[in-house]
């Protein structure tokens, strides 16, 4: 079967980096484009980052610019996201999704597999 795994999320303070990954399983070579998608309480999904398959083309979310990076380690399968001067405001439960069906990217039902999830925290 095919699964995401996130890790990495936890409690810090603002200003302060983690650094998330994602690791796939079921998925044969690295044809395949991926995402992090977070959604805090009583607020929407939304996409953070897109990263297309063999990492050809990373996008970010305004929002995000500047402090967040997509990485990809098609060898080990993994995509990470470093995340630099974290503000409240990013605190969330941070998604991989993997296999887009051709939609925009930064929407949830383009993304036909996810993960569980890692809780990020930020506190002033």
């Known amino acids: 079967a095919v699964q995401l795994m996130e890790s990495g999320g936890g409690l810090v303070q603002a200003g302060d980096s983690l650094n998330l990954s994602c690791t796939t399983s079921g998925l044969t070579g690295a044809d395949y484009d991926m995402a992090w998608f977070r959604q805090a309480p009583g607020k929407e999904r939304e996409g953070v980052s897109f990263?297309?398959?063999?990492?050809?083309?990373?996008i970010y979310a305004d929002s995000v610019k500047g402090r967040f990076t997509v990485s990809r380690d098609n060898n080990k399968h993994t995509l990470h996201l470093q995340m630099n001067n974290l503000q409240p405001a990013d605190s969330a439960m941070y998604y991989c999704a993997a296999q887009s069906n051709g939609g925009h990217w930064y929407q949830p039902s383009t993304w036909e597999i996810w993960g569980q999830g890692t809780q990020v925290t930020i506190s002033l």
């Open positions: 990263t297309g398959f063999r990492g050809w083309r990373t």
